[in-house]
């Protein structure tokens, strides 16, 4: 699903809904994260979407959702790569992800297991990791690649 048309910065208030409609947290979000989630369809009711949260040289990948009507065509997987391009773009070196409910759609994607007890300071120190994820959720890495890209994304 190459051809996906991904955008950026969607509205908070949509993206909270969507998140609270899927039962995965948004307390935490403001409108500065905007700025690194993306979405696919209407800005008004976005069928999917994705954020980063920029941890330093690292990245904690969060928020992925799908409304049910549009699983299994290849959105989540769209979205997560471009998240990880998203990350690679901005210096990111590795790629972290807690889950209770997707970890094999992550395992498929590249992503093993990592020690929470070695988890970079600046992935601890999220809401995500700290207080809002339950210890027992997934905690996975993807390596990035060490070289970063030249291309750079266009602002919408």
């Known amino acids: 699903m190459s051809d996906v048309a991904i ?10 809904a969507l ?5 995965l947290p948004a307390a935490d979000l403001t409108d500065g994260y905007m700025q690194h989630f993306f979405y696919v369809g209407p800005r008004s009711a976005p069928l999917a979407l994705v954020g980063v949260e920029m941890c330093g040289r690292d990245a904690l990948l969060r928020s992925l959702v799908v409304i049910p009507q549009h699983r299994s065509v290849g959105l989540g997987q769209a979205l997560v790569a471009h998240a990880e391009s ?8 590795a790629i972290y992800c807690l889950t209770t409910t997707a970890e094999a759609f992550f395992r498929r994607r590249g992503y093993v297991d990592a ?6 300071l600046a992935v601890r120190e999220t809401r995500e990791f700290s207080t809002i994820c ?3 959720s997934a905690f996975l890495v993807k390596q990035l690649p060490a070289d970063r890209p030249a291309t750079q994304e266009k602002p919408e």
């Open 19 to 23: 998140l609270e409609s899927a039962g």
């Open 134 to 136: 339950p210890a027992s």
């Open 115 to 120: 020690d929470r007890e070695r988890a970079p």
């Open 7 to 16: 955008h950026r910065r969607p509205a908070r208030t949509t993206v909270t």
């Open 86 to 93: 998203h990350a690679h773009r901005q210096g990111a070196r």
